[in-house]
C-alpha cells in the first residue's frame, strides 16, 4: 500500500498520483446534513479530529484491501472548507461483511487540501459516483484485524453521544477531543500496523471485475 499520495492537482487529473499507485476512495451517500463543525476558533480546545464512514455495501473496501488496492483519498462532500492538512482523521466502516462489524478500523493524518477529480469505479457496487471534492489522508495505524466495534465504544462514556452513534447515515463526522481520545486509548491495545491486514478471507465476496492484483501495477492510461 502506498504511504501517501501526490498532490491534490495531481491526484484530481487523473484519480493517481505520479506514480500511478493512489486509488481514489468515497465515503458512503450523504443522507443528512452535519451540525455544525467544532472547528470554529472558539471551539477548537474541543475538536478531537475527524471521520469518515464508509459502507461496504456502496464501496467494497475489503475487497479493495485483499487485492492491495490503497485506501489513501475519501470524498469530502462536508465540511470541504475546514478540513486541512495535518488533521487527525479515523475511518469508520459500517457492517455487512460477514466477521467484519461496525466499528473504527484505521486512524491517520490528512495530507492534502481539499481538491476536485474523479474516482476510479471498479470497487464500487453499482458504478462509480459523479466526480466530487476529496482529501488525501495516511491511514497509517490500521486495525483491520482487531477493530474497534461500535458496541464497545457505545459503553464508553466519552464516545456514547458521539454523533456517528446517532446519525450513522452521514459520511463525514467531526469528533469532540473526548471522542478522539476514546479511540487512542484503545487503538495501542490492538497492535495497529502500517498496512491494513485481514484475518478472514473475503470467500463469500465475488471477484471484482478489472481488479489489479496484488503487487500489480495500474495504468493511469485506463481510469482517465
Keep these: ?16 498520483d505520479g506514480a500511478g ?22 471551539n477548537m480546545s ?12 456502496r464501496f467494497q473496501l475489503f475487497r479493495a484491501i485483499e487485492d492491495g488496492a490503497p ?30 462489524p461496525t466499528g473504527m478500523y484505521a486512524v491517520g493524518t490528512v495530507r ?19 466526480p466530487g471534492q476529496f482529501v488525501d489522508i495516511d491511514f497509517d495505524r490500521n486495525i483491520f484485524h482487531h477493530p474497534i466495534s461500535v458496541d464497545e465504544l457505545k459503553s464508553d462514556k466519552d464516545f456514547a453521544d458521539a454523533l456517528v ?13 473526548s471522542e478522539w481520545h476514546a479511540i487512542e486509548r484503545r487503538l495501542d491495545k490492538r497492535h495497529p500496523t502500517r498496512t491494513p491486514r485481514l484475518v478472514r478471507h473475503l470467500q463469500s465476496l465475488p471477484p ?3 481488479a489489479r492484483p496484488k503487487g500489480g501495477q495500474v495504468s493511469k492510461r485506463d481510469h482517465r
Design 1 to 16: 500500500m502506498a504511504a501517501g499520495s501526490g498532490t491534490g492537482r495531481a491526484v484530481a487529473e487523473s484519480g493517481f
Design 21 to 42: 499507485q493512489t486509488w481514489s476512495l468515497r465515503v458512503s451517500r450523504e443522507t443528512r446534513k452535519v451540525t455544525r463543525s467544532m472547528r470554529s476558533e472558539d
Design 46 to 57: 474541543n475538536f478531537g479530529g475527524w471521520l469518515f464512514h464508509c459502507s461496504p455495501a
Design 71 to 100: 485506501i489513501n483519498n475519501w470524498a469530502a462532500k462536508q465540511h470541504r472548507d475546514e478540513i486541512a492538512d495535518g488533521d487527525p482523521a479515523a475511518l469508520w466502516v459500517s457492517g455487512g461483511v460477514p466477521g467484519y
Design 112 to 130: 492534502s487540501a481539499v481538491w476536485s477529480g474523479k474516482v476510479d469505479p471498479r470497487y464500487w457496487v453499482g458504478g462509480g459516483p459523479e
Design 165 to 177: 452513534l446517532r446519525m450513522p447515515r452521514q459520511t463525514t463526522f467531526v469528533l469532540t477531543s
Design 208 to 210: 471484482v471485475r478489472g
